[in-house]
């Protein structure tokens, strides 16, 4: 039997680690529900530290700062997969709610850990990972099944938005690869013959009521995020419900309290597979700001002061682009000014949505920020994207 716990209300702090982005639109959502925010986050220029009433310029395992966060804060969540398990699990020996809790988030920590996992529950979902082998010694490589390859290598830890990855086609190029990557342990994909990536978005309340957003269908450029659209324009309805039931088994079974993201793959034949975990509000998630109900960051909130999970339907199809720093330089030279992009041009469209993140230095790769495409239809938010991403000067 659950037990149950009362609700964080209005008034108290909360507290995120890590000053990001996502730390930024977490602040403002707690912020608009009447809650004050405390950012732990070492960066003194951190986009959420900027606007939160406090901020730890402290690292992760700085007990000091652990200490004094847990003194002022009811609740503790994270917005990158990649913090300490030791600092969530001292924050709750201190006597914080901690939201999620480090045995779920360390499984998405390690892409070892996050494969094993999918396996296991293979059967209750009837979504796996894609083949694969795990790489941790020259043993696995020499007992390759190379029906693996072509393949992808991953490292298993601290790899994101296409870093930490390479395409192997042959056995050579795979203990290349392994000896560029130092050798770390890591987890080779079987490359697959692959139709369109989609993620789904799912929350899970302390009390284990579960809601799931509408799925995303993503478009990545050089391992990043480049469009989300709502609902994904590929998808049929049957796959649609397996991804959704997926998802919602999946939280469970990692016994997760707050918001997560699983990436699917899905292939020409018309097959899934379960790609990524992220234990966070995740980019391809930034939709729910402007066309669904409840925003992702809104339910992070909801999820960590143990309130009623919000309704999560869609009120418009959206298309999502990311903004990356590139944009701020039009030669592409490393010695040019940045200088601000056309946002009026862009504005032109009158159900563009603009949201930026508050990072004082543009950097190539670096995310700036997002516009939500507001539409009739799929097609039409899709085709409003490409229109603002061409007035932007970005490929659509």
């Given at each position: 039997?659950?037990?149950?716990?009362?609700?964080?209300?209005?008034?108290?702090?909360?507290?995120?680690?890590?000053?990001?982005?996502?730390?930024?639109?977490?602040?403002?959502?707690?912020?608009?529900?009447?809650?004050?925010?405390?950012?732990?986050?070492?960066?003194?220029?951190?986009?959420?530290?900027?606007?939160?009433?406090?901020?730890?310029?402290?690292?992760?395992?700085?007990?000091?700062?652990?200490?004094?966060?847990?003194?002022?804060?009811?609740?503790?969540?994270?917005?990158?997969?990649?913090?300490?398990?030791?600092?969530?699990?001292?924050?709750?020996?201190?006597?914080?709610?901690?939201?999620?809790?480090?045995?779920?988030?360390?499984?998405?920590?390690?892409?070892?850990?996050?494969?094993?996992?999918?396996?296991?529950?293979?059967?209750?979902?009837?979504?796996?990972?894609?083949?694969?082998?795990?790489?941790?010694?020259?043993?696995?490589?020499?007992?390759?099944?190379?029906?693996?390859?072509?393949?992808?290598?991953?490292?298993?830890?601290?790899?994101?938005?296409?870093?930490?990855?390479?395409?192997?086609?042959?056995?050579?190029e795979l203990k290349q690869a392994w000896h560029n990557f130092a050798q770390v342990p890591c987890v080779l994909e079987k490359r697959m013959d692959l139709a369109f990536e989609v993620s789904a978005l799912v929350v899970r309340g302390y009390d284990d009521a579960v809601v799931v957003y509408p799925i995303a269908q993503n478009i990545h450029r050089n391992g990043i995020l480049h469009?989300?659209?709502?609902?994904?324009?590929?998808?049929?309805?049957?796959?649609?419900?397996?991804?959704?039931?997926?998802?919602?088994?999946?939280?469970?079974?990692?016994?997760?309290?707050?918001?997560?993201?699983?990436?699917?793959?899905?292939?020409?034949?018309?097959?899934?597979?379960?790609?990524?975990?992220?234990?966070?509000?995740?980019?391809?998630?930034?939709?729910?700001?402007?066309?669904?109900?409840?925003?992702?960051?809104?339910?992070?909130?909801?999820?960590?002061?143990?309130?009623?999970?919000?309704?999560?339907?869609?009120?418009?199809?959206?298309?999502?682009?990311?903004?990356?720093?590139?944009?701020?330089?039009?030669?592409?030279?490393?010695?040019?000014?940045?200088?601000?992009?056309?946002?009026?041009?862009?504005?032109?469209?009158?159900?563009?949505?603009?949201?930026?993140?508050?990072?004082?230095?543009?950097?190539?790769?670096?995310?700036?920020?997002?516009?939500?495409?507001?539409?009739?239809?799929?097609?039409?938010?899709?085709?409003?994207?490409?229109?603002?991403?061409?007035?932007?000067?970005?490929?659509?």
């Amino acid at each position: 039997m659950l037990e149950y716990l009362t609700p964080i209300l209005p008034g108290a702090y909360l507290g995120m680690l890590g000053g990001g982005q996502l730390g930024r639109m977490f602040t403002q959502a707690a912020q608009a529900m009447g809650y004050k925010v405390c950012i732990l986050d070492p960066d003194p220029l951190s986009p959420a530290g900027a606007i939160a009433e406090k901020h730890l310029e402290a690292n992760f395992t700085d007990s000091a700062a652990l200490k004094e966060m847990a003194a002022i804060c009811q609740a503790v969540s994270t917005e990158f997969e990649n913090v300490p398990a030791q600092t969530l699990d001292e924050l709750e020996a201190l006597g914080v709610y901690v939201a999620p809790r480090s045995d779920s988030v360390s499984i998405a920590q390690n892409r070892i850990a996050e494969k094993i996992f999918l396996s296991k529950w293979k059967s209750a979902v009837h979504i796996g990972p894609v083949p694969y082998c795990v790489i941790e010694n020259q043993a696995a490589i020499d007992a390759l099944d190379e029906t693996l390859l072509p393949g992808i290598l991953k490292i298993a830890r601290l790899g994101y938005d296409g870093k930490g990855q390479i395409t192997v086609d042959s056995l050579a190029e795979l203990k290349q690869a392994w000896h560029n990557f130092a050798q770390v342990p890591c987890v080779l994909e079987k490359r697959m013959d692959l139709a369109f990536e989609v993620s789904a978005l799912v929350v899970r309340g302390y009390d284990d009521a579960v809601v799931v957003y509408p799925i995303a269908q993503n478009i990545h450029r050089n391992g990043i995020l480049h469009t989300s659209t709502v609902p994904a324009p590929s998808l049929n309805s049957d796959q649609e419900n397996r991804v959704l039931q997926a998802a919602k088994t999946l939280i469970r079974h990692l016994n997760y309290v707050g918001i997560l993201c699983i990436e699917f793959f899905v292939l020409k034949s018309g097959e899934i597979f379960a790609n990524e975990i992220a234990p966070r509000p995740h980019n391809s998630g930034h939709y729910t700001m402007d066309a669904s109900v409840t925003s992702q960051f809104q339910q992070q909130v909801r999820a960590m002061a143990r309130l009623p999970l919000g309704d999560t339907r869609l009120l418009t199809p959206v298309s999502m682009l990311n903004l990356l720093g590139d944009l701020w330089f039009k030669t592409g030279t490393i010695d040019e000014l940045p200088q601000e992009p056309d946002w009026a041009s862009a504005l032109s469209h009158d159900s563009a949505k603009l949201h930026l993140y508050g990072k004082s230095v543009p950097l190539s790769g670096r995310k700036m920020g997002h516009i939500n495409c507001l539409g009739a239809s799929p097609v039409e938010a899709r085709q409003i994207a490409a229109a603002v991403a061409g007035d932007l000067g970005i490929e659509p």
